[in-house]
């Protein structure tokens, strides 16, 4: 059929025609909430490179895992900025340390929510690297021995899910390993499969104090020019033991979002990342785009892309906006 016999545009006559064929359902149940956490009490200091993003001290970061929790947000991802940082990023395993007492009152306090654990050292390290250093080189094998100390400490903790996302060879294999070991077979994996040497990580780096001093990923994260190096990541971290792979960026690299979630049938998770998520508050604080509008379309595109979840600063202002 064809024009004038076939006309798309009956369909979009009015609202609820369009109701009726929309594809494409966003839901507060889709996100994730990065929280950065920082020593101190009452801490709520606002990141300059991500308006409406704070640093938070464990106290508010319960405040506003609460909040993420009475919007239908399932789930919080936890970041942490620690006092101490050292050759090996060994705070990152202390059993006292700022992911591992958040989760601890999350847990307690808001119970339901799911607690991610972010697993990485570069937050922790001095050099700012996601391992263990030797010669100037990302050492993969010393680094998965740590990846196995910290994911049980945050299992330990009561983490739900361990987030490793170094991007190092057999990390997954590792931290499912460890797990399995010291009976915590029940916490799942979320592997950071397909992550690119991204300059949208930014603001990021600001927020978490956790830019190389030296160098830069490109040994350990992806080329942006590569797409089927993503399949084959994922297909490795599916073997190793993953409960759900991770696109990351995720605005431009729908196309992987969308190949990965047609290859494979496990749960896939963009990470609308921070650059992202500046830009989009940059444009809309000098008035140039509507910021709700440019947020839906953004994260609906994720959606649409085959997403299942979505790891975004916007959480809480979709949230609302969608309940
Ligand atoms: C640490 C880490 C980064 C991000 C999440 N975990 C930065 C990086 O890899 O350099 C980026 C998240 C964002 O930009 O929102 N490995
Ligand atoms: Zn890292």
Request: aromatic fraction near 8%.
């Amino acid at each position: 059929m064809q024009y004038p016999d076939y006309r798309p545009r009956r369909l979009r006559r009015t609202e609820n025609l369009r109701r009726m064929i929309c594809e494409t359902k966003l839901d507060p149940g889709d996100f994730i909430y990065p929280l950065f956490l920082v020593t101190g009490k009452g801490v709520q200091k606002e990141i300059s490179s991500m308006p409406g993003q704070y640093n938070l001290s464990v106290d508010k970061a319960v405040e506003m895992a609460k909040k993420a929790h009475g919007l239908g947000i399932p789930s919080v991802i936890l970041f942490a900025i620690p006092e101490h940082k050292d050759e090996v990023g060994s705070e990152a395993w202390n059993d006292r340390g700022l992911v591992q007492q958040a989760t601890r009152a999350i847990k307690k306090q808001v119970p339901g929510l799911v607690v991610i654990a972010d697993t990485c050292f570069c937050e922790y390290t001095s050099h700012g690297h996601c391992g263990v250093m030797i010669k100037g080189e990302l050492d993969n094998d010393a680094s998965l021995e740590n990846l196995q100390r910290a994911t049980i400490s945050y299992a330990k903790a009561g983490a739900d899910i361990i987030a490793p996302p170094g991007m190092l060879d057999g990390f997954v294999g590792a931290a499912r390993e460890a797990l399995e070991t010291e009976g915590f077979e029940k916490v799942a994996i979320m592997a950071y499969s397909a992550k690119y040497a991204s300059a949208f990580y930014g603001p990021f780096r600001d927020a978490a104090d956790c830019a190389p001093q030296e160098g830069d990923r490109r040994g350990y994260q992806m080329d942006p020019a590569n797409a089927r190096e993503a399949l084959r990541e994922v297909t490795l971290d599916i073997a190793e033991g993953a409960d759900i792979v991770m696109v990351k960026p995720a605005m431009a690299y729908l196309d992987i979002v969308r190949s990965i979630s047609d290859e494979v049938d496990l749960p896939v998770c963009a990470y609308n990342v921070s650059g992202e998520y500046a830009m989009v508050k940059a444009a809309a604080m000098q008035g140039w785009i509507d910021y709700d509008r440019v947020m839906m379309e953004t994260l609906l595109s994720m959606k649409r892309a085959g997403c299942d979840m979505i790891i975004t600063y916007h959480a809480l202002d979709a949230a609302k906006l969608l309940g």
